[in-house]
Each structure stands twice: as C-alpha cells, then as structure tokens.
C-alpha cells in the first residue's frame, strides 16, 4: 500500500491517491510469486470511448483488462471479438487472485472514476481538524488554501466501544443501538447539495472539478470517519459500516469503494449508477436507466459517463463491477420485491450472483450477501433485514439467515452473464 504521501503504481500508469482506496490484498501463504505484468491502463481523459468498445449485450466479464476490452485491441475486428469477450473468451484475462489485487482492482478503481465518479480529490493533500461538543462533531477540512466545514451527530450504544454505522438520509436507529452498534448521521446537503449547485463543504475545496456528487457524499463520509477518530474514543473505527438509501444507497456504495476503512458497504435500495444494471434494466421498478438518470440527475456522476447515453451496453463494466471491486470487504445488498422505482429483481437475481463469483473465487464467499425483503424503496425494514449480517461482520456473530435466498425472484439468470462458466482457475 501507497503511504499517504506517495502515489499507487500500476504497471507504468501512476494512480491518483484515492484517501486510502485501494484494498490491501489478503497476505500470502508462502513466499510471493514474481510481481504480475498487469495490463495497461490509460491516462486519465485518454481512456477509450464508446465508439472504441464493443457493444456487450451482457455483463462484461470482470476479470478482462480494459487494453483487452477495446475494438482496436488484438482480434478487435474480428466478427467474433465481442461474442468471445462476453464468454469470457478474451485474450490476457486475470488468472489469480493476486493478479486481481495487484493489477485488475486497481485498474476498476481508476476506470469507474473515469467513466463514472470522477476523480477522487488527494486526501493527502488535506487537513482534517474536528472538534466535540456532546453527540455533536464540527468537522473542518482544509486544502489548497480552502476551508469547508459540515457536522455529524452521535447516537451511541450502552456499551463502548462499539462498531459503527455511518449514514445519510436517516435509517432504524433503535434496532442497531440495541444490538451495541453506534449511529452516526450527517447532513449530507452540508457537503453537495443534490443539484448542479456548487455550495457546500465538498464544492468550498473542489469546485471547477468534473466529479460527481456521489464523489462529493462519499468523500463525506470518509471525512465523519477522520473525524471519529480524533474525536469518539467510545467508537471503534476500525469496524464500520456506511449506508443510504436510494440516491444515497449509491452514495454509501461510492464511499465503500473508495476508502478500505470500511469494513460494510450497505446500499439500500440503491438503483442506477449504483447496484442496478444498466444493461437488463427493465425487469422491475420504473424501469430506471442510464438515460433516464443521467436526464433527471445528471450531477451524480461525471461528465464522461453522459457520453454513453444512449450506448450503456458499450460500457466496459456495469453494477456488478462496482461490487466485485469492494472485495474481499464486506458488502450486504439491500432491495424490496415492491420497490416501484429502482430494478429490485435486476439487483438480485443478476448483479448480486455475477459479484458473489467473483467473492467465491476470491475465496471470501461469506462477505457478501443479497437481503431479499418485501415492502417498497426505501422502506425502513429493509435495515432490520440487513442486520443480522451487520452483525456478523462488525461483531463477528453467528447468524442463521440465509443471505443467497433471492426468495420469491427464484434462481440467478445465468445467461445474464455467459463467463461465469469461465472462472479463471483460482
């Protein structure tokens, strides 16, 4: 891992410091294998546009490097390049798990900021001072000669210290505090408003940069987690967990990837641009796209994720990539049969099995689970059904719920993605 006051290298691409982004990989058991020779990764602004990817009707397959992905790549203008891609035919596909750790995760994290996120400011060039006053924490951060300044609020258990779960929006406090785990909320209009507007703490330091406000929350949350450790001694920070719910589901997904201090990625009902495919988008819900969403919001993401509307099916990645990128950290997916805005059975019965290969063959299958429950989007019981996960992962309990039950959406649509019967041998 890069300190924070150095940058990531991967191969001969320097990667921007992502505030503690990339996962460290599990230590080997024996001696390291030579490094891998990964695969190259553009520049930032010089990644391939759609006209350069093919048009991948299904799931791309995660563990094909973008150089191998492309049109102009070896084969590309073979009539087959795209059908093979799609079956996990592609040629230099990822073949071990430290491959994946040292060059294809690596690589994911610096494409969906590209694509999607946009580029994640350096934290290392930041100055987080934060001060307590009750259940209350001022949070300023400094950089560039800047100031921005938000604050979170404490609801703490009787028994400390406790783990954490960081959201935005609100969620079933009660049930968490009971089982010993602390709440912490914070404005999250104080950081980016939920607009193309530029006020808050997040635009006071960044504004004039093409990111996206998911980016904006998720550096949010990061910030409350400086701050409770500075602040909150009766909070165990090294246990956390991050939520939200719709918009803010994709929010807590984005805060999840880019900071591996978080041990629980806890989406909530999360959709488009953030575990509802974009290819296989009309099987539930309003039939939620990429162009209905980037129509009615286009501030959540970057600029450059606009250039594929109307061609979502020639990005190189979709939701599923996004999950896969969280491993070997925990990720609890949440989603409700009656929700009538976002794709629920997309969500379960596709993304859901497509990441967890990629947690099975990464030899971490029990990080990630799929709660199925019924009632709509957004409704406050989908936080009791993920709870007995939470627990296990931030508590270590034993828990007998069944997390790979999709309930009344049945089986995984295998055929959704075609590789899965070309899992590299781990």
Known sequence: MPSSKCAAILGAVVLPFLGAAIPTAPAPAQAAAPA???????????????????????????????????TDSEGGSSPNFASDVMAGKGKNRVQTPEEWYQCRQPEILQMLQEYQYGYYPDHSQETVKATRSGNTVNIEVSAGGKTGKFSATLSLPSVKPAPVVINIGGMSNQPYLQAGIAVVGFDYTRVAPDSNGKTGAFWDLYNGRDIGVLTAWAWGFHRVLDALNQTVPEI?????????????????????LLDKRITLTMPMSSGVQGLGPYRYHGLSGQDETLENSKSGAGWWTDKTLGTFVNHAENLPYDAHTIAAAIAPRALVIDQGTGDQFTNSKGTSVIVYPAAKLVYDWLGVPDQIAMSVRGGGHCDMSGFNSVLPFVTKILQNQTITKDYNDLGSYGSPMTTTYPWATAVPKA
């Not at 553009?42 to 799931?59: E, F, H, I, R, V």
């Not at 165990?236 to 999840?256: P, Y």
């Open 36 to 70: 891998a020779a990964c695969a190259p990764v553009p520049s930032a602004g010089k990644y391939p546009t759609w006209q350069q990817l093919p048009k991948q009707t299904t799931l791309p397959d995660p563990w094909l490097p973008l150089a191998y992905t492309t």
């Open 236 to 256: 165990d920070a090294s246990r956390v967990g991050v939520t939200g719910c719709s918009r803010l589901g994709k929010a807590a997904l984005a805060a999840g």
